[in-house]
């Protein structure tokens, strides 16, 4: 069964770092365009930082600066490198993808489960 597993989450203190990764389990063929998104308590998902297939990134005005997006094709594996981070920033990440499971098929789109992300002032 094919899944995407969030890893990397937990407390940190304002102004320190986490990484987050987000793995496809299972047989895939490739992993297409992927997302990162949050949500806090009260408040809609938001897509913090997105990757495409090519490399290309996008991220939200907020996190521009501070979070760095990455993947490791070999590994099946997308990164989110969490900078300077702030307050506002808590709240659970979400990995979605697209993953295409075999060569020539159309791809899927996967959510993962969430990674509670804290920071503490």
């Known amino acids: 069964q094919v899944q995407l597993v969030e890893s990397g989450g937990g407390l940190v203190q304002a102004g320190g770092s986490l990484r987050l990764s987000c793995a496809a389990s299972g047989s895939i063929f490739s992993i297409n365009n992927v997302g990162w998104y949050r949500q806090a308590p009260g408040k809609q998902r938001e897509l913090v930082a997105s990757?495409?297939?090519?490399?290309?990134?996008n991220y939200a005005d907020s996190v521009k600066g501070r979070f760095t997006i990455s993947r490791d094709n070999a590994k099946n594996t997308v990164y989110l490198q969490m900078n300077s981070l702030k307050p506002e920033d808590t709240a659970v990440y979400y990995c979605?993808?697209?993953?295409?499971?075999?060569?020539?098929?159309?791809?899927?789109?996967?959510w993962g489960q969430g990674t509670q992300v804290t920071v503490s002032s």
């Open positions: 979605n993808a697209d993953l295409k499971l075999y060569r020539g098929s159309y791809s899927v789109n996967y």
């Open positions: 990757i495409t297939s090519g490399g290309s990134t």
